[in-house]
């Protein structure tokens, strides 16, 4: 048998999920989105640059203009950014279709939006410079604006030490500032980043002293990433309760709250969870901290669990997440994931655990497979992923049991072909299937020690299939002779007749008793029950059949006088 384990079905857990950092980044607190952005003009960056060549360095407007036009660089910066990230999607799309000619198209032009981002970047830095170090500019109102964008920016290149050197004289020279809070945070992100996390509460702890200040929300957030990598979850996790909490109420600015804040707060609170919590508790966990958003949470913590090898408890959640929902468009996905766990938990051995998995599994394909709410895609990917479990399972274990002779093995790997070419009788390897499930069963016939094994009587018919399946099939002369091989044992008739000679002269003996017996009887009545037809059982009437095919499709075989003797035997 020829059997190939993919990563399909090999036991493997999935990539370690403990992050110890937040998706949520700095950048995503200190700059807009873009939907909000605007590609700045020609025409305004020209207008402004004329006002600033015909302004003298002694002018109290100057710093005004140049800062003005370091903002639009900014912008400009900002924009192309978002326009270079927005293509991340479409290059992901265009990879999965194997479309390299768009894939190509598409990286080309992130790659242009990229560079004039940095260009632009770079050009608002040397603007922000020539106010923050200009002599004449020291005395300017909105110097700790340009301070802080000035050493955001820097961060934004890399050039962190460079920007501390801003972000220390913001906090020095303007303790009233309203960017001290920022200031402080990004102190608070240096540490965290240098795994420095003392230090990092406490620059946190400082942020937090500002309750209405734009990033208390992030600092929050972080301090409980703080008590996470510090192994406290139970700190953690009140933490990101608070987050929630923060998050999901309106305040001045925002009246819908922070639904990006909120959301990876309820993302890393199940990461916290996974470490103490259990999965029996969970549902009412979330339930009361994730409200709509419950369900994904659930999700998360399956994947984790799966992630941390706790693949027993991940089991546990994608029953639950089934149970909750049993009409889920997920669901064929979610007992994919309950059989990869099964594997990763059993070393993808042949045990029945496994068995009942994938049985369980082509049930849910053929529930799925009968819906009309479902995009096609789904239907085909669940067929994909449970036709190529039970394929690959069935003939792996098959070619374990043809080195270990288990029966048990093979019995295993017998529920899977079973299944298989139940499920899925036209696939394109349902040739073969057929023919390896046959001599499965065959092979678990010879390893029966009991006469006339129904093994053999259950291998008959499938030889039998697969001559039917192809007349010109590579396997036709074996099955056709196999399946003749497997009705005569499952009648335990011998090669040499010899069965055949005793059965007549018991039945001459027989029939001298009756006769003796019957002597008195009248001699129609011995006539008619002398040559009364006796009907041909079943089993023999399907050998009957088996003989018949090899006889029409093998016509050319050395063994076909064999046949045609037993077929005129019976």
Not at 188 to 217: I, Q
Not at 287 to 294: C, E, L, S, W
């Amino acid at each position: 048998v020829d059997a190939k384990q993919t990563a399909l079905t090999k036991p493997v857990s999935k990539a370690d999920r403990d992050k110890k950092k937040p998706d949520l980044a700095i950048s995503d607190v200190f700059s807009g989105k873009g939907a909000d952005l605007k590609a700045v003009t020609d025409a305004q960056i020209k207008v402004l640059q004329r006002l600033i060549d015909a302004t003298g360095d002694s002018d109290p407007e100057k710093p005004d203009l140049l800062f003005r036009m370091a903002e639009l660089y900014a912008e400009q910066q900002s924009y192309y950014n978002f326009k270079a990230r927005d293509l991340d999607e479409k290059i992901f799309e265009a990879k999965e279709k194997g479309d390299t000619a768009k894939e190509n198209q598409a990286k080309a032009q992130q790659a242009d939006y990229e560079k004039r981002e940095k260009a632009w970047l770079m050009e608002a830095v040397k603007k922000y410079l020539e106010v923050a170090n200009g002599p004449k500019y020291q005395n300017y109102t909105k110097m700790d604006q340009v301070l802080f964008y000035l050493a955001y920016l820097l961060t934004q290149v890399k050039k962190e030490d460079q920007a501390r050197v801003f972000f220390k004289r913001l906090i020095k020279d303007y303790p009233q500032s309203q960017f001290l809070p920022h200031a402080y945070l990004s102190f608070g992100e240096y540490f965290f980043e240098n795994k420095d996390l003392e230090n990092a509460l406490k620059f946190y702890e400082k942020v937090l002293a500002y309750n209405d200040s734009p990033v208390y929300g992030f600092a929050l957030y972080k301090k409980g990433w703080v008590y996470y990598n510090q192994t406290d979850f139970k700190s953690a996790m009140a933490t990101f309760i608070d987050v929630i909490d923060f998050a999901s109420k309106g305040r001045p600015g925002k009246p819908k709250g922070d639904p990006q804040l909120l959301k990876e707060a309820r993302k890393d609170i199940v990461r916290t969870y996974a470490q103490v919590g259990t999965p029996e508790k969970a549902w009412p966990f979330f339930q009361k901290y994730g409200k709509d958003y419950a369900p994904n949470m659930l999700e998360i913590l399956a994947d984790l669990y799966n992630a941390q090898g706790k693949f027993l408890d991940s089991i546990k959640v994608y029953r639950e997440l089934i149970k909750l929902n049993p009409g889920s468009d997920k669901l064929c996905n979610y007992q994919t994931e309950i059989l990869k766990n099964t594997l990763s938990m059993t070393g993808s051995r042949a045990v029945p655990e496994t068995v009942k998995e994938l049985q369980r599994l082509s049930a849910v394909y053929e529930q799925v497979s009968e819906r009309k709410d479902l995009k096609k895609e789904q239907i085909d990917e669940c067929r994909d992923n449970t036709a190529a479990s039970l394929r690959e399972l069935a003939t792996v274990w098959h070619k374990e049991a043809q080195k270990t002779n288990n029966p048990d093995t093979y019995a295993n790997a017998s529920d899977l072909y079973k299944e298989y070419i139940r499920r899925f009788p036209n696939e394109r390897d349902s040739y073969l299937m057929h023919y390896w499930y046959a001599e499965l069963l065959f092979k678990l016939g010879s390893l029966d020690t009991s006469t006339s094994s129904h093994w053999y009587c259950d291998a008959a018919p499938i030889y039998t299939d697969v001559v039917k399946k192809d007349p010109k099939g590579a396997k036709l002369k074996d099955a056709a002779y196999a399946a003749v091989i497997s009705w005569k044992n499952c009648l335990d008739i011998s090669d040499e007749g010899q069965d055949e000679a005793t059965k007549v002269k018991e039945d001459l003996r027989k029939k001298k008793q009756e006769r003796k017996e019957a002597a008195a009887a009248p001699k129609k009545e011995k006539d008619e029950e002398s040559f009364a037809p006796k009907p041909i059982p079943e089993k023999q009437q399907k050998m009957l059949e088996a003989f018949d095919t090899y006889i029409k499709y093998v016509p050319e075989a050395p063994e076909l006088v064999t046949i045609k003797y037993r077929r005129a035997r019976v």
